[in-house]
């Protein structure tokens, strides 16, 4: 752990400083908490794929002051998928595409920032 720091106006803290560097940079550009955190989650999912991106899902609370929102941006099943098909014999295993959803992430980015942001997916 590192030491404790202090700092005015904002503060930043991840795992990776190229992600600590896009949130600081989307506050200068005057983005919210909202942006820092998708900018920063957006670089965090090309240096540490392992952790996060576009492939995957996307959990957060959220107190804008006001209230505090669970959002829950999962990836859906396929439209296509029903209940008689996870049925059929074999249809169901851990090495079956019917255990894979679309991912949630990206979508999750977008209502986020659309609800709690400022700069937008296309700066940001």
Known sequence: MGSPAW???AMVATSN?????AAL???AEGGTAM?????????????????????GDLFCLVDDGREVAGFNGSGAAPRALTLDACR???AWSDCSSLCVTVPGAVDGWS?????YGRLGLDHA
């Open 88 to 90: 059929r014999d074999g």
């Open 25 to 27: 940079w989307a506050l």
């Open 7 to 9: 700092g005015r106006g």
């Open 35 to 55: 942006d820092a955190a998708l900018a920063s989650d957006a670089v965090l999912g090309v240096v540490q794929p392992m952790s996060t991106g576009v492939g």
């Open 111 to 115: 209502q986020l920032g659309e609800r």
């Open 17 to 21: 400083p190229l992600a600590v560097h």
